[in-house]
């Protein structure tokens, strides 16, 4: 459950802090300071420049027709008053935007490019154990039949397939019957370089495209001919696979030589420059692993954000790298269309997942804290934005109202019987540590006033807000509610 008070009088916050960006210890920028606060201060600005009450009064409403809709609808639904380009803007800086937007889950990729023959190969698993009583025993393929797929058997294909000629480079997908250790010891004793592939969707492209080939042909020889038993047809597919001709070399693997290899990688060398989307140092959230049956209304992208280090751009596609905001490179590189754009600002609030510790700093206070989808990597010290009051609130996590009651309408807080033993005694916990030296507690309804009174020290008062008419939060800063 995350963290749902708030100062009253002050409003200082508790569940949403920004991360002090300057600090020079456990900070969350480690970059340049000088560089990430002229980005701030860019973002900033754009941010003040447009009026974006309207918007967020129509775009936050369930009931407004453009309601959490595209940006062409809100633009039509604010009478046009606000260009389409700014809304855009603006609706990069909402987390209900960015981290669902829409994805495209197939678009153009970059081809595999070597330098010469056999410098890289690509090996994957077919499994035939469906078949394994028509053929006497043999359950998996890759070119040579295999009795099993444990690593002994991996490595004495591999020994067979060496004889003939061996590559500088090997490359799969995650599957452990190649990424394990004694493959991978097997390898670098040849003198091989042995990766793996990081995207899920399309793994190793070209052999996973060539396995498509073999079993369409090697299932339509099953219907023809009424047998199961690939063994002793596979040579002759393998064979005429080899002699067929490929479209995206317009040759047959068996005809290329080290006379005609580099003509050939010409061909396929054809860069198109064009615009990147994005520039170095802007903020990107990273599309989701995706799931086969993954809900597309459920968030698509992180909520951990990233910023773009640099842009490739020697390939027909461009793809950039990243790095977090603690100036870690992620690995691997990411298409455009596997991000989504977003704005960093001193606006922008991080939620917290929990508070650690806490010391005295002047007369205020500072938190040491776990940030909420981020790494231990990123705990660091924060502020609390003023001095301490005498007062906290129970309220709300995700809400800004400060006008009418808005914010005490919906039970957000979990706080009921049904929730389970969690949330209460992790709930209890930061109040006993965070309210020793407050005198009163503001929530609403009499169960949450009797549980919360359970848990606090001699000296606290919880007030019941519904007893006093749920004043407006300005009322409460300044005492006229109650």
């Keep these: ?69 595209t940006a062409r609808k809100l633009w039509e639904s604010s009478g046009k008053r606000v260009s389409l380009k700014k809304i855009k803007e603006w609706l990069n800086l909402q987390d209900a935007h960015t981290l669902h937007h829409p994805i495209r889950k197939k678009f153009k990729r ?37 009795k099993n797929k444990s690593a002994d058997e991996i490595i004495k294909a591999f020994r067979s397939i060496f004889k003939q000629c061996k590559p500088l480079k090997i490359q799969s997908d995650k599957g452990t019957e190649f990424n394990n250790k004694k493959f991978k010891a097997f390898l670098s004793s040849k003198g091989i370089k042995y990766y793996v592939t990081n995207n899920l969707d399309v793994k ?47 040759v047959s693997p068996a005809s290329v030589n080290n006379r005609n290899a580099f003509k050939i990688i010409l061909r396929q060398v054809v860069i198109r420059p064009r615009s990147p989307r994005f520039s170095v140092g802007d903020h990107v959230r990273i599309l989701k692993e995706r799931m086969p049956f993954k ?50 600002s001193e606006e922008t609030e991080f939620k917290i997942e929990k508070i650690i510790k806490r010391r005295r700093k002047g007369r205020g206070w500072e938190y040491f804290v776990k940030w909420m989808w981020y790494p231990e990597s990123s705990n660091s010290w924060v502020k609390a934005k003023n001095k301490c009051c005498n007062t906290w609130l129970f309220k709300l996590p995700s809400t800004h109202a ?14 009921d019987k049904h929730s389970g033993d969690i949330e209460y005694s992790e709930l209890g916990e930061i109040i006993r540590l965070y309210t020793n030296h407050f005198k009163n507690l503001f929530t609403k309804g009499a169960q949450k006033s009797s549980f919360l009174r359970s848990l606090l020290p001699r000296g606290v008062n919880v007030i019941n807000l519904e007893l006093y008419g749920c004043p407006s939060l300005k009322k409460l800063e300044t005492r006229e509610g109650c």
């Design 1 to 69: 459950m995350g963290k749902v008070y708030e100062k009253v009088g002050l409003l200082t916050k508790i569940d949403r802090i920004s991360p002090d960006k300057t600090r020079k210890t456990g900070q969350i920028y480690r970059g340049n300071p000088k560089k990430s606060s002229q980005t701030i201060r860019k973002n900033t600005k754009t941010k003040e420049s447009m009026d974006t009450s309207p918007l967020s009064k129509i775009y936050n409403d369930p009931s407004h027709l453009a309601g959490f809709s």
């Design 295 to 344: 809900k597309s209304y459920k968030p698509n992208f992180t909520t951990e954000i990233f910023r773009i280090e640099s842009i490739l751009r020697g390939n027909r596609v461009l793809t950039y790298k990243l790095a977090d905001l603690n100036g870690e490179p992620i690995v691997g590189s990411f298409y455009e269309l596997e991000l989504s754009t977003t704005v960093v």
């Design 110 to 146: 970059n081809v595999y490019m070597v330098d010469y023959i056999d410098e890289t190969w690509q090996c994957d698993l077919n499994d035939m154990r469906s078949l394994k009583k028509y053929y006497g025993g043999y359950m998996y393929v890759w070119a040579i039949p295999l």
């Design 402 to 415: 400060t006008k009418d009651v808005t914010w005490l309408k919906e039970n957000y807080h979990g706080l």
């Design 204 to 250: 190793a492209a070209v052999v996973e495209r060539s396995n498509r080939t073999l079993k369409t042909k090697m299932y339509k020889y099953f219907t023809r001919y009424s047998t199961f038993n690939y063994v002793a047809v596979l040579p002759k597919l393998i064979q005429a696979y080899n002699n067929l001709i490929h479209s995206s070399i317009v």
